[in-house]
């Protein structure tokens, strides 16, 4: 079975960080390009994060960049969210999503709370 | 940015009727090199993650109910479920890939009427 799942999601502060990972099975993880998606509690999707299957090439949203670092590793078949100076918009589900544009295969998410 | 705009926000649907949402960009999301118009429609139940239906505008993802159908191109784009079920309840989502940042449409709720 092809499958995505996250963790390392939280409560934290305001300023905190936090680390997600995502691990791939199922699926030969270095061939497909990866993203992080978000979706604030009832609201809709926003698109946070991409990264190439090397991992030379990313993307980032505005909102997110220069406090997000997206990246990965091939040889443990993981994606990782490096989240800095967070703010209290930054609270949502944080999904990953394999796939460039398109995205064929997603996790069940994980929730980040940024509250004081 | 694209912005991506959905219409209605919400449709309730007699079961076996169709039910269509309309999605509008804000510029044209068709591919000049290759023709394809980059939009995909995502099925969102409640409590679970998104799920892939369409892609290139009209391409039904492998095991997609073939009573989901999209059309459109350039800037205007539609998603035609022909005969409502009760498992089609859920919002759905368009979305852009032509251009970085990736965006999506606000979400339209579907339920039974």
């Known amino acids: 079975d092809v499958n995505l799942v996250e963790s390392g999601g939280g409560l934290v502060q305001p300023g905190g960080s936090l680390r997600l990972s995502c691990g791939g099975s199922g699926f030969t993880f270095s061939t497909y390009e990866m993203n992080w998606v978000r979706q604030p509690p009832g609201k809709g999707l926003e698109w946070v994060s991409y990264?190439?299957?090397?991992?030379?090439?990313?993307y980032y949203s505005d909102s997110v960049k220069g406090r997000f670092t997206i990246s990965r590793d091939n040889a443990r078949n993981s994606l990782y969210l490096q989240m800095n100076s967070l703010r209290a918009d930054d609270t949502a589900v944080y999904y990953c999503?394999?796939?460039?544009?398109?995205?064929?295969?997603w996790g069940q998410g994980t929730m980040v709370t940024v509250s004081s | 940015d694209i912005v991506m705009t959905q219409s209605p926000d919400s449709l309730a649907v007699s079961l076996g009727e169709r039910a269509t949402i309309n999605c509008k960009s804000s510029q044209s999301v068709l591919g000049s090199s290759n023709s394809n118009n980059y939009l995909a429609w995502y099925q969102q139940k409640p409590g679970q993650p998104p799920k892939l239906l369409i892609y290139w505008a009209s391409s039904r993802k492998s095991g997609v109910p073939d009573r989901f159908s999209g059309s459109g191109s350039g800037a205007d784009f539609s998603l035609t479920i022909s005969s409502l079920q009760a498992e089609d309840v859920a919002v759905y989502y368009c979305q852009q890939y032509y251009s970085i940042p990736w965006t999506f449409g606000q979400g339209t709720k579907v339920e039974i009427k």
């Open positions: 990264i190439s299957t090397s991992g030379d090439t990313v």
């Open positions: 999503a394999r796939g460039r544009g398109s995205t064929t295969i």
